[in-house]
């Protein structure tokens, strides 16, 4: 069992990962399921979560997206985040399928 | 008058004008001097005024002169004439050009006033020195530029300068450039305003209080907002793909382009809140690609007509989910066939807003061909009436049942209706039954066991003590959702109401409140103005404990305060929203975290407030240190 470390790593469907820090990856209940030191899948013990369904450019969005939303946790009147156009609809199926 | 110089003193007959004038006392050496300076600027003028060289006048003697003036007046008054048209043409291509400029200003919406006055002034300052202007010179000729003073052809495009002559090309576009960034900093200064209401208004359809968006929320918004540039939704799963319609519908972009991204085979339910805009080949061809449909959801579907239904009967077989509000062009024969032929598997029925077409034995047909009914909504169908009540109580299934009937319905039907389906009922919504009476709380307490939600509003004839008798040792398990909104008395002479209050009042409310209090999730006691204060800190005291309440709705409830206001926060520790309009007594209030306050009216302040990151107790203790 490794203990908790600061930093999880998140894996795309073609080989790029991101290391993020705990608290922000836990925004996303599926990833914070997997991560669950409680729970008895693989991802909590390596620290590591492989998303077989989000390609690399998009799972770096969802990446950024979790820093922005920790960051912002109790403002108001947040300005939105800007992404291209063109993710648009995979971006929606990766923040459906992570729900978050 | 060329003859006259020289010293000539043969004087002919002056003329009456000139005897006038000397009566009247007015110097000819004045007159002098005002024909030299006239007739200087005539010179000046497109040469036509060639009355001869002004040296002579200075030389003659004074009756000479008296002479020459008046002569020189009466030219002068025909150079005046032509000075005069030719200004009045000044002005009106002045005129013009300043209300083109005008309006087209006006047209930005924005801090025009400033503006359009410094015009206008600009306009009057310029008539009076109108005259004292150069005159436009013809397209084709050459003038010299206002700013940079070289020579140009003037053209019908040439713009006019500051001082009204005309400019050079090149430093009239500089010009125009000017001119459009001001319109775009005034307009910019508009928008800004705007930009802070659509802020709040996109918070309040999310309900995201505080902190960012969800990613969800930001990519739907992005969709809507290129809706046009979208060729496929791809596999999108269907929540995500009935969310995303929603948007489009109330963005008013569900068209005939935009529908085909929601229309797939293997999709079983369609869903359109706003058809508005669909016409007949539009609903075909929903029809036609997904036949398979079970849930069918149209709103606004204005142009529904019967060859779609038809089609639809045709083709789809597997209907068990019907909503269509505002279907007003499907003729009485097609609904007749319509239950006839897919009623049998019709297990939800949901319609709004229809009229002549659509009549109490419609509702006949319709109980006779779909036993298997669990759901039944009518509201606002102008023709339906006491028959149609008596009709829906022979529904075998009937679970959830929601009535808004504008016709007048007996109060025995509706306690008919009640112990005939009451057993079964787990919801029940009667909206707008004016004159329903105690009986009819009677008979849902005696027979109503499995009712999770609960509406009885607008309504002025229901006491007090009928609700208390209702909520007190009923059988049946703790409310989920119970609305009673606007049932009070309604008498301008007697606003406080009788002594026997009628509708949910004090003791009405806490009976709710102990029966109902550990399940319910939302709670709208809207305009139920015969609450009185005690009744509110009796219940929301934070001693008594409501862990599931979400929604809350007391406006209009005008006993409520703030202390009230801050027992409900202590009470209600799952509170998302606390709706509280018109009701005065509620001032500085701090809200906790995660909930809005909607409604309490300050001035300064937002009309929604939300919670700003801090607990419930602080709240609370800051607002005591406020009222202290």
Redesign the interface.
Known sequence: MASETDYVTLISNDGFSFLVQRSSARISPVIKRMLDPNGAFMEAKDNTCTLQNINGIVLEKVCEYLYYNEKHKDASDVPDMDFPTELCLELLMASDYLNI | MSGRRGGNRIRGPQSALTDFLAANNISAAQIRDDYERRRREAEQDAGNAGEGPSNAATEQTEDEALAVAAQAEEAEKKSKKRKRTEEEAIDKIKKAKATKKGKGKGKKKGKKDDLDDDNDDDADYDDDFGMYKKAKPVPGQLEHCDICNKRFTVTPYSKEGPDGGLLCAPCGKELSKDLKKEQRAVTKAASTGKKRRK?ESDRLDGIAV???????Q??????AQ?HD??EE?????Q??LERLSEIFSKKRVMKSKTLPLFLRPDLDSVVVHDAAYLEEEDYQQIFAIVPNVRKLVLSNTCQLKDGAIDYMLERCHDLRHIQLYAANLVQEGMWHRLFREAGAKLEVLKLKWLDAAFEDLVVRDMVKYCPNLERLKLKLCRRLGEDAVVSISDLPELKHLSLQISQDVSTPTLVNLIEKRGSGLQTLSLEKFIDADDSVLEAIHENCTQLSKLRLSENDTVTDAGYTALFTDWDNWPLTFADFNSTRDIDNNNSEGPEDAIGLASSGFRALMEHSGAALKHLNIASCRHIELSAFMDVFNGAQNYPLLEHINLSFCNRADTSVVAGIFKSCPALKQLVAFGCFDVQDVVVP?NVALIGVPRAQDAIEQ?G??IGVDEAISRMVEVAA
């Open positions: 802020v505080g902190g960012a968006k969800s990613l969800s930001l990519c739907i918004q992005k969709v290129h540039d979208i939704l791809g596999d999108l799963p929540s995500v975290r939300f700003i990151g």
